[in-house]
């Protein structure tokens, strides 16, 4: 059926278009539901797991937070890198699992990728 929605097929910038049009605020539960519907925590494209995983750091989804280590110890490209650890020094969940990262995965990273994040550490204290 044409007209069914059929998220399997979605190219990247479609999946960045239905992430980028969720609220900051999206209830929890409503996150768990996109995350069990979709294993929106288990995407291997970087560009759509970043998008996910800087939505849960915001609304401190618990649950995505074993995608959220892979991804900062295994990705050291800037553009991922920063927002999310931006996203997690935002509130008092994220700031203590932002350190305890980014001491982990700082020597794996690009010197401008640890200029950038430690002056974001140092304003986040």
């Given at each position: 059926d044409a007209t069914r929605v059929r998220p399997d097929a979605w190219s990247t910038n479609e999946w960045l278009k239905f992430l980028g049009a969720m609220p900051e605020t999206l209830p929890?539960?409503?996150?768990?539901?996109l995350d069990a519907a979709f294993r929106l925590s288990?995407?291997?494209n970087s560009e759509v797991l970043f998008a996910w995983l800087r939505l849960?750091?915001?609304r401190q989804y618990e649950p995505a937070v074993p995608a959220l280590e892979r991804f900062l110890l295994g990705q050291g490209r800037r553009k991922?890198?920063?927002p999310l650890f931006e996203a997690l020094l935002?509130?008092?969940?994220?700031a203590p699992l932002a350190r305890r990262l980014y001491e982990r995965a700082r020597g794996t990273y690009h010197p401008v990728t640890v200029t950038s994040v430690d002056?974001?550490?140092?304003k986040g204290r």
């Open positions: 929890r539960e409503r996150l768990a539901a288990e995407k291997t849960a750091a915001l991922f890198v920063y935002k509130n008092e969940w994220g002056a974001l550490m140092q």
